[in-house]
C-alpha cells in the first residue's frame, strides 16, 4: 500500500494519484471478463417437408429457450418471452429466427425449448389445441453433432429442424379429414450448426420392370426417402414431391447412408457414402426395381 507524503509538492501528489486511478481502471476491467468476451447465438426454426394431406398449420409456443455451456450441469441461460411459429410455413429450406441468446464465449452443448402449447388446423377448418400446464411443460434437448461455439462480438448461426412426421400421429381414421378425431404431439427435432451444411437433392423413380431401358422409368410421389450418419442414432426423413423430387436441407457435413422403404410394387433400395460438403447440393437418384 503507498502511503502520500504530504509534504512533496503538490503538482507531484496529483500525477502520484493520477498514476493510481489508471492502474486500479485497468484492474477492475482485467477481473470483469465479460467487458470482451460476449457473443449472440442465433436460432432459427424450419421442418422438413412432409405430406400431411389434412393438416393446414401446426402452431407450436415455445416459451423458454435455455443454452448450456459445456461441462455444466444445468441450463445457465435463458429467455422466456413466447414466442409463436407455424412449422408448416417453414418447409422447403425457409427458416424463422426464433431467437437471440446472448452468451459469454464459450462453447454449448444442449440448447433446451420449453413448449407452452400446440395448435393443429386442419384443412376443413377443424382444430385441436393442446395447452401444457406448467407443472407439465414439453421440454426437448436438443445437443449437436458437435458443440456450439460463440466467440467474442460475432454471431453463431444455428437451425432447429422440427420432424413433423415423427412428432405428429394422428388418431382415428386417418383416410378422411373428418373422421380425425385428433393428434398425438410428441416433438421431435435436431440442432444443426449453419456453417457446416450443405443439401441433398434428387429423383425418386422406378425401372418400370425394364432396368436396362431408363427412357421408361416412372416418378414415384409421396415416398419417404431417409438417410443416416453410420455410429449415429437420429436420422432424417423427407417425402418425394408430386414429380418425385426431393430435397434435404440443412445437412451436416459428412458421409450418409441412404434407404428408401419398399412398397406394394417396388423393392426396398439403399446406397451407402451420399457424401454431403459444406455450402454445396449432393445429387442422389433413386431408382427401384418393380417388384
Partial sequence: MYIFDYNQPAIKRIGIGIFFIILLTGTLQCSNPTFSVIGTLQLRLTSQSVPQEHVRSVFLTISRVSARSEGALSFEFSNTAPRISDLFELQNGITKNLDLLTLPENQYDAIRLTISDVKIELTNGRQFITVFPDSQNVEIILTPLNPITVRSKRLSDVVI???????????????????????????????????????????????????????????????PITVVQPGQEDSVSVFSSREGEYTMFFMPAGSYTMLVSPTDSTRAWSVDDVVVTTANLTRQDVTSSRQ
Avoid: C, E, W
Fill in 161 to 223: 429442424d422440427f420432424d413433423l412426421l415423427r412428432s405428429l400421429q394422428a388418431m382415428g381414421d386417418i383416410s378422411h379429414v373428418n373422421s380425425i378425431t385428433g393428434y398425438h404431439f410428441d416433438p421431435k427435432a435436431r440442432i444443426v450448426d449453419l456453417t457446416t451444411v450443405g443439401q441433398i437433392t434428387g429423383l425418386v423413380k422406378h425401372d418400370n420392370g425394364t432396368p436396362s431401358i431408363v427412357s421408361d422409368d416412372v416418378s414415384v410421389k409421396n415416398h
